[in-house]
């Protein structure tokens, strides 16, 4: 085919430009567009905050160890082994269901609106200790192939009386108020489980079996405290979270056991507060 130089050729070059103009206006606008999008959401949304817990060591099971009781009639076939260290054969806390890291503020905290689940299967409640805020249901799902009849400890049973929770089925139950509730059951001793109403918490995690943990808040200030069968433990570690990054790993340990002192770790601090520990930034 025989190609043909075109008739109008300035007028052809005037609309290639103008063509040129206007993808590159649009090119410019959606590299704009892209770039801006995450800076919003990350303003916009939670912070992940990832630190690090201290002297988990020290937190012994209360279940295992009334377990060990001649008394209560739970005999084991276990013996202590002389080729196994001593420290290893101590029956430590399982921290992914034993330690709750819970965030607290100066206000209060705010239940949410879908209940929290606590699920009953192996002996065990997951997670053991739950850390929640006033007006928190909280559905306790039986995954055993038997029954479970649970109830709360003490002469007044604060609504969560036993009844027996078939397989596959649940129960909800509302805590009346601020303190701690323990949790039993009547068909398998070995159920030992706590929920803390704690006015002031506004988000929980878990630790994994390095005592690592990771928590969503949004920007601003916050007291992490770590409870254990019920009761706060070690002591409690101001932060700030910053707008950014999304993740913002602690420079200081949460010291969850009595008697451990953080190490010194290089680098700043956040601002410090009167009469108290210097607060712990999220980010750099």
Not at 9 to 32: I, K, T, Y
Not at 187 to 199: D, G, K, Q, T, Y
Not at 224 to 238: I, K, Q, S
Request: some cysteine; hydrophobic content about 40%; charged content about 20%.
């Amino acid at each position: 085919m025989e190609n043909k130089t075109p008739a109008f050729p300035a007028a052809l070059r005037v609309l290639d430009a103008l063509a040129r103009s206007v993808s590159g206006v649009a090119r410019f606008a959606l590299a704009a567009a892209v770039v801006s999008l995450p800076l919003v959401a990350v303003a916009a949304g939670p912070v992940t905050v990832k630190g690090k817990t201290l002297g988990a060591g020290k937190l012994l099971n209360p279940g295992w160890n009334e377990a060990k009781d001649p008394n209560l009639h739970r005999y084991t076939f276990r013996e202590p082994s002389a080729t196994v260290r001593s420290d290893v054969r101590t029956l430590t806390a399982f921290l992914p269901k034993e330690l709750c890291v819970a965030a607290l503020v100066d206000g209060e905290g705010k239940a949410l609106k879908a209940p929290l689940r606590v699920v009953v299967a192996g002996g065990r409640t997951s997670p053991v200790t739950l850390v929640v805020a006033p007006g928190q249901q909280i559905q306790f799902e039986n995954q055993d192939p038997f029954n479970h009849k649970l109830y709360v400890v003490g002469a007044d049973s604060k609504g969560f009386q036993p009844t027996e929770t078939a397989p596959a089925k649940s129960r909800t139950w509302t805590p009346p108020g601020p303190g701690k509730y323990e949790i039993r059951d009547q068909l398998a001793p070995s159920v030992r489980s706590w929920i803390v109403v704690e006015p002031h918490v506004v988000s929980v995690g878990y630790p994994d079996r390095k005592g690592d943990f990771q928590i969503d808040l949004d920007p601003g200030p916050y007291k992490l405290r770590a409870f254990f069968d019920g009761e706060a433990v070690g002591t409690e570690l101001p932060i700030v979270v910053a707008p950014v990054p999304v993740e913002q790993p602690l420079k200081l340990p949460l010291v969850v056991g009595e008697g451990e002192a953080p190490p010194p770790i290089p680098g700043k601090l956040g601002p410090k507060v009167p009469g108290k520990m210097p607060v712990q930034g999220g980010g750099e």
